[in-house]
């Protein structure tokens, strides 16, 4: 009883409010957009990456014209609020490089500094990504193809994977890459008779050369900055907000197997994490004013290409932006979908995004039968929110 007295008391004795942002659709909902705008009006001290991995492209647009598509860095970095990567999400150290370049480029003088992760996270290499493209050549379930799936299936399967942490011992690095490679040849060799593409991953057959990864590695390494949580937590003290990956739609539970992500979408980790650092958490669901998916998987009602200049895409950063899971598809609003999805995450409120690509009529109607929104987008930037 004393033990639970001190817990409760701990609980209520912190103030410091957590802004949980999950996606109630199949991605793409502008949870950067979302974000940023969180980080524009509270004093907060992280945004936290709780799932997903570097495959997201959330878009933030600046007032001044400014745009970048954060993949690894938070969607609070052009606010100036630092970004952690808890241990569940899924990172590429070297596509860190091209990402930090672009930020410098738009006027953040040191990108690396803004950026921690937890030294757990669970690295993807380019043997996971040439044995995902290859696997899901045959089966087309709508992968982004950039390895994320088959790097947490290894750590499934195996309860291993090369991991940060090992990213500072050369001789563990060389021993996890070298075992990767072959991990992930096994996998391929598994479907040499339903394969028509070349199964040989060997770094002589696709230039992937060993010891030139390792280097790559190394060197992105010196720009990492691998914490624990309770780094986070001794900085913490206004506010959090926590950026979820791709959406409640592409669950690998909830979601339409085997058109789904291999990752928990929902807010499930956002909100462990605020009890251990004893925070009161406020969960926003996300949806466009209309469905989207890329690649395959089943949609409500799809639009057909006479239909499809009913929405205005001209101002959108995703829908022109190919990619190894497909084209980017539109359809009609599933209001079923969002409703369920909100109750499988506990949201506590809709944000309506996207409402400037269709007729203000069909917005109205929006609003009249999901009740629950409060914060509207008409536009891309943080200005063009409007809370209801």
Same mark, same amino acid.
């Given at each position: 009883m004393?033990?639970l007295?001190?817990?409760?008391l701990? /609980?209520?004795?912190?103030?410091?409010?957590?802004?949980?942002?999950?996606?109630?659709?199949?991605g793409?909902?502008?949870?950067?957009?979302?974000?940023?705008?969180?980080?524009?009006k509270?004093?907060?001290d992280?945004?936290?990456?709780?799932?997903?991995?570097?495959?997201?492209?959330?878009?933030v647009?600046?007032?001044?014209?400014?745009?970048?598509?954060?993949s690894?860095?938070?969607?609070?970095?052009l606010r100036?609020?630092?970004?952690?990567?808890?241990?569940h999400?899924?990172?590429?150290?070297?596509?860190?490089i091209?990402?930090?370049?672009?930020?410098?480029s738009?006027?953040?003088?040191d990108?690396?500094?803004?950026?921690?992760?937890?030294?757990?996270?669970?690295?993807?290499?380019?043997?996971h990504?040439?044995?995902?493209?290859?696997l899901?050549?045959?089966?087309a379930?709508?992968?982004?193809?950039v390895g994320i799936?088959?790097?947490?299936?290894?750590?499934?399967?195996?309860?291993?994977?090369?991991r940060?942490?090992?990213?500072r011992?050369?001789?563990?690095?060389?021993?996890?890459?070298?075992?990767?490679?072959?991990?992930?040849?096994?996998?391929?060799?598994?479907?040499?008779?339903k394969i028509?593409?070349?199964?040989?991953?060997?770094?002589?057959?696709n230039?992937?050369n060993?010891?030139?990864?390792?280097k790559?590695?190394?060197?992105?390494?010196?720009?990492?900055?691998p914490?624990?949580?309770?780094?986070?937590?001794r900085r913490?003290?206004?506010g959090?907000?926590?950026?979820?990956?791709?959406g409640?739609?592409l669950d690998?539970?909830?979601?339409?197997i085997?058109?789904?992500?291999?990752?928990?979408?929902?807010?499930t980790?956002a909100?462990?994490?605020?009890?251990?650092?004893?925070?009161?958490? /406020?969960?926003?669901g996300?949806?466009?004013a209309?469905e989207?998916?890329h690649?395959?998987?089943?949609?409500?009602r799809?639009?057909n290409?006479?239909?499809?200049?009913?929405?205005d895409?001209s101002?959108?950063?995703?829908?022109?932006?190919?990619?190894?899971a497909?084209?980017?598809?539109?359809?009609?609003?599933?209001?079923?979908?969002?409703?369920?999805?909100?109750i499988?995450?506990?949201?506590?409120?809709?944000?309506l995004?996207?409402?400037? /690509?269709?007729?203000?009529?069909t917005?109205?109607?929006?609003?009249?039968?999901?009740?629950?929104?409060k914060?509207i987008s008409?536009?891309?930037t943080?200005?063009?929110r409007i809370?209801?």
């Amino acid at each position: 009883m004393l033990v639970l007295s001190i817990v409760r008391l701990l /609980h209520e004795s912190n103030g410091m409010k957590a802004h949980i942002v999950v996606g109630l659709q199949f991605g793409d909902e502008c949870k950067g957009a979302t974000v940023d705008y969180l980080c524009s009006k509270h004093k907060i001290d992280w945004v936290i990456r709780y799932n997903g991995g570097f495959q997201a492209a959330h878009n933030v647009v600046m007032a001044d014209g400014r745009h970048h598509t954060f993949s690894q860095f938070g969607s609070g970095t052009l606010r100036g609020v630092p970004t952690y990567l808890d241990r569940h999400v899924i990172v590429d150290p070297l596509a860190l490089i091209p990402e930090a370049e672009h930020l410098k480029s738009i006027g953040v003088p040191d990108p690396y500094s803004m950026l921690r992760m937890h030294e757990d996270c669970l690295v993807s290499t380019i043997y996971h990504k040439n044995a995902n493209r290859i696997l899901d050549s045959r089966n087309a379930h709508g992968s982004c193809g950039v390895g994320i799936g088959l790097t947490r299936q290894m750590w499934s399967e195996t309860g291993d994977g090369l991991r940060v942490e090992d990213l500072r011992t050369p001789k563990i690095l060389r021993r996890k890459l070298d075992w990767i490679r072959q991990w992930c040849q096994d996998k391929v060799l598994n479907y040499r008779e339903k394969i028509s593409t070349d199964i040989n991953i060997d770094w002589k057959h696709n230039q992937i050369n060993f010891l030139d990864q390792i280097k790559a590695l190394q060197k992105a390494t010196e720009n990492i900055h691998p914490v624990t949580l309770e780094f986070v937590e001794r900085r913490c003290g206004n506010g959090l907000v926590f950026e979820g990956s791709q959406g409640v739609g592409l669950d690998e539970v909830y979601g339409t197997i085997p058109h789904t992500t291999y990752s928990n979408t929902r807010p499930t980790y956002a909100l462990e994490l605020c009890e251990v650092l004893r925070c009161k958490p /406020h969960t926003y669901g996300l949806c466009r004013a209309y469905e989207t998916r890329h690649g395959n998987g089943p949609m409500y009602r799809e639009y057909n290409e006479n239909e499809f200049d009913y929405i205005d895409l001209s101002s959108d950063h995703n829908w022109n932006n190919g990619s190894f899971a497909g084209k980017f598809r539109c359809g009609q609003f599933n209001i079923d979908l969002v409703r369920e999805n909100a109750i499988i995450c506990g949201a506590d409120e809709i944000v309506l995004n996207c409402a400037d /690509h269709i007729p203000m009529t069909t917005v109205e109607h929006r609003l009249a039968t999901l009740k629950s929104v409060k914060l509207i987008s008409y536009g891309p930037t943080a200005e063009d929110r409007i809370q209801l």
